[in-house]
């Protein structure tokens, strides 16, 4: 079984500060991981992927993610944060039986609140 | 290229009432997926679908029904609504690693 845990359901930066976004994951086998971002009444939209190749993996809008195994997780990272990045963060883990994904379990979201 | 779509975009049913919501992909997935979106719960997989006549079950399948008749096409039935399945319906298609999600449905039950 698999799981993934978001600390702070809700995180507030002020613009041009570093956004940091805690993901912690559990997996039996070697984990697919990913960040998805939703803008208010909208859908999902990939920010970034890990997939057992480099641990540090980039990602659309400025994002970036470091998978570090000892510690079992993936945060998201920005330098400086942006009035557009306002939005929900979901970090999701995957699992696989063959040709794709079995389906993805998600973390229970980040708000993520831009301060001006 | 539309991606995947979903149909309709909100809908208020009644208690017991039934319908089908419709998910479309243009992008010759294999994989077809039907999650819920509640406050504060993230997403939670409901059914999927590995290939063109196949269904699973995920996480929260029960009160739910799924066909996948055609490739590009997954749908998901609800016989008796109840108002614990008010939600936001996500449809989302992959291949190999990555899902590529849909709009969504806001569903309400009186």
């Known amino acids: 079984a698999q799981s993934v845990t978001q600390l702070g359901s809700h995180v507030s930066v002020s613009e041009g500060a570093l956004v940091l976004l805690r993901c912690n994951y559990s997996?039996?086998?070697?984990?697919?991981l990913f960040w998805y971002v939703q803008y208010p009444n909208q859908g999902l939209q990939l920010l970034l992927k890990?997939?057992?190749?480099?641990?540090l993996v980039k990602g659309i809008n400025g994002f970036e993610a470091e998978f570090k195994k000892s510690e079992t997780s993936f945060h998201l990272t920005k330098p400086s944060a942006h009035m557009s990045d306002a939005a929900e963060y979901f970090c999701?883990?995957?699992?696989?039986?063959?040709?794709?994904?079995?389906?993805?379990?998600f973390g229970k979201g980040t708000h993520l609140i831009i301060q001006p | 290229n539309a991606g995947v779509t979903q149909t309709p975009k909100f809908r208020v049913l009644k208690t017991g009432q039934s319908m089908t919501l419709l998910c479309a992909q243009d992008?010759?997935?294999?994989?077809m997926y039907w999650y819920r979106q509640d406050p504060g719960m993230g997403l939670r997989l409901i059914h999927y679908?590995?290939?063109?006549?196949?269904?699973a079950k995920g996480e929260v399948p029960d009160g739910y029904n799924v066909s996948r008749l055609k490739k590009q096409n997954f749908l998901l039935g609800l016989e008796s609504a109840a108002p614990s399945q008010t939600s936001v319906y996500f449809c989302?298609?992959?291949?190999?690693?990555?899902?590529?999600f849909g709009p969504g449905t806001r569903l309400t039950v009186l």
């Open positions: 999701a883990v995957a699992s696989y039986s063959g040709g794709g994904a079995d389906g993805l379990t």
């Open positions: 890990y997939t057992s190749a480099a641990t």
């Open positions: 992008m010759n997935h294999e994989y």
């Open positions: 989302a298609s992959g291949s190999g690693d990555t899902q590529y």
């Open positions: 679908s590995v290939g063109e006549g196949t269904t």
């Open positions: 997996s039996s086998v070697p984990p697919y």
